[in-house]
């Protein structure tokens, strides 16, 4: 299913969360609206739910106005960062529940919910209690329940957040892989840049209430619009420098930690603090009286110089990517 935005705006009282945001979402994509917190990706959500009302603008779903349409009308599945599932139930029963308030046949019902939990592979705890499992079990029997419906798009608000790092990893890659096989349509919100950069088809930034960019991960990673987007986006946030410093005709030059060459070059910058990760290591150094970081993979200490060449950068002028 295709949902559009258009000209979307909501208010609190006198503020304005969502400020005018129009956009297309297409059937099958992995659509991930990503802002920092507070920026009212989970009002947009809500929006798309029915459970928040909107102040202007259209939501369209395959070509029908659904804007006044309550959430059970909608056909749509949400999954929350906590999965709300019920503790004395089985993972049968909690799976099985939205399709026994529609009041279905228990032949179909035992069906559906196999079929949700093969697809999952959470076909050996059906008969156990949510309170006997993990937490990335519990997510993948959330998502079973919201599969079970066939909805025709689904909403998912930081689902992976309560899980610790490395079983979320494993559960994104899992969340994609379902995702592609439902061929459905996923809206996801979150604050975390490098679950967006991992899973989505296309991200959504959401600052002030719009979309500052929208665009597939590598375009935004490469070429971000702005240089509040390039700060957001990354490991790290981009580096920023005059363009006066660097004899370049732009306001400033943007680059990221591993967009340079360490251990030669013409440039020099001194260590002050160091971050491990992996293999290398960030160095958060002092240039020319601007803090940069750079990637490197060879030890260095705090108070060391290294030499360095940028090999890659972007231009800025007002804080926009400028045109090539
Ligand atoms: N029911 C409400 N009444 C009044 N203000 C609200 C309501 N819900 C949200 N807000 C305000 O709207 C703004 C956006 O909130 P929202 O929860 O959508 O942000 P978010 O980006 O999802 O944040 P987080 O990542 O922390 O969940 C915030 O300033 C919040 O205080």
Redesign the pocket.
């Known amino acids: 299913m295709t949902v559009e935005l258009i000209d979307i705006v909501k208010k609190?009282?006198k503020?304005i969360?969502i400020n005018g945001i129009t956009e297309k979402i297409e059937t099958g994509e992995f659509f991930v609206i990503l802002?920092?917190?507070?920026?009212?990706?989970?009002?947009?959500l809500k929006i798309l739910a029915g459970i928040e009302k909107l102040d202007k603008g259209k939501i369209i779903a395959d070509g029908v106005d659904i804007t006044d349409k309550p959430p059970e009308k909608r056909n749509v599945a949400m999954v929350f960062q906590n999965y709300a599932l019920y503790p004395n139930m089985s993972v049968r029963d909690n799976i099985a529940f939205p399709l026994k308030m529609r009041g279905m046949k228990k032949e179909e019902i035992m069906e559906r919910v196999e079929k949700a939990a093969k697809l999952l592979g959470i076909s050996e705890i059906l008969d156990k209690k949510v309170t006997q499992i993990s937490g990335g079990q519990q997510q993948r029997v959330a998502l079973a329940r919201a599969i079970v419906r066939n909805p025709s798009y689904f909403l998912l608000d930081?689902p992976l957040s309560n899980l610790d790092a490395r079983v979320r990893t494993i559960a994104r890659g899992e969340l994609k892989r379902i995702q592609k096989e439902l061929k459905g349509t996923f809206i996801y919100?979150t604050?975390d840049q490098k679950e967006a950069l991992s899973l989505a088809d296309r991200i959504a930034v959401?600052h002030k209430g719009k979309f500052e960019q929208v665009s597939d991960p590598k375009t935004l990673y490469e070429y971000p619009k702005t240089k509040w987007v390039a700060q957001f986006v990354g490991e790290f946030p981009m580096n920023f420098l005059p363009g006066e410093l660097m004899k370049e005709k732009a306001q400033e030059i943007g680059f990221r930690p591993e967009w340079v060459e360490v251990g030669k070059g013409n440039l020099s910058c001194i260590v002050e603090s160091v971050e491990a990760s992996g293999e290398s290591r960030y160095l958060i150094c002092n240039f020319k009286n601007n803090n940069i970081t750079i990637l490197s993979q060879e030890f260095y200490d705090v108070g060391q110089e290294v030499r360095f060449k940028i090999i890659k950068y972007r231009k800025y002028n007002d804080g926009q990517l400028a045109q090539e």
């Open positions: 609190y009282g503020n969360v802002g920092p917190s507070g920026e009212g990706k989970s009002t947009l930081e919100v604050h959401l």
